[in-house]
């Protein structure tokens, strides 16, 4: 089962919990990542260097959800948008993920076992 992971943004830390799908223990066992930060409407993602297929994908998600975008190869933080295609649910932020809008564009995102 996978755990505790811990995202890093420049002054952003936050912890997230992941679920028991296959998409979340890939994920879990290939850590730690490192990407750049890209932004969409109430979103963060950086690019992971895994290619995973569609588990349970989801159009519509919730703030705080935690996902693996299939078709950008990427993993999601959603603070209030929806994916621009569907998404694998992998785990829920631990706090507020509102937070996340003041990610800044091409900063560092760490994404690690918490």
């Known amino acids: 089962m996978p755990g505790r992971v811990k995202f890093t943004c420049d002054r952003l830390s936050m912890t997230a919990t992941l679920n028991n799908s296959e998409t979340a223990a890939a994920v ?3 850590l730690p990542f490192d990407g750049l930060a890209e932004t ?4 963060v993602y950086f690019s992971v260097p895994l290619t ?3 588990e349970d994908i989801q159009e519509t ?5 935690v996902a693996y975008w299939p078709t ?3 993993i999601c933080i959603f603070f209030g948008g929806q994916p621009p295609t ?3 649910i992998i785990g829920s932020l631990n706090g507020n993920a509102m937070q996340w809008r ?3 564009f091409g900063s560092t995102i760490k994404m690690e076992k918490a």
């Open 28 to 30: 879990f066992a290939a």
């Open 61 to 65: 998600v919730s703030a705080g959800a």
């Open 40 to 43: 969409g409407g109430g979103y």
């Open 72 to 74: 950008g190869s990427s």
């Open 52 to 54: 995973l297929p569609e």
């Open 86 to 88: 569907g998404v694998n």
């Open 102 to 104: 003041n990610a800044v």
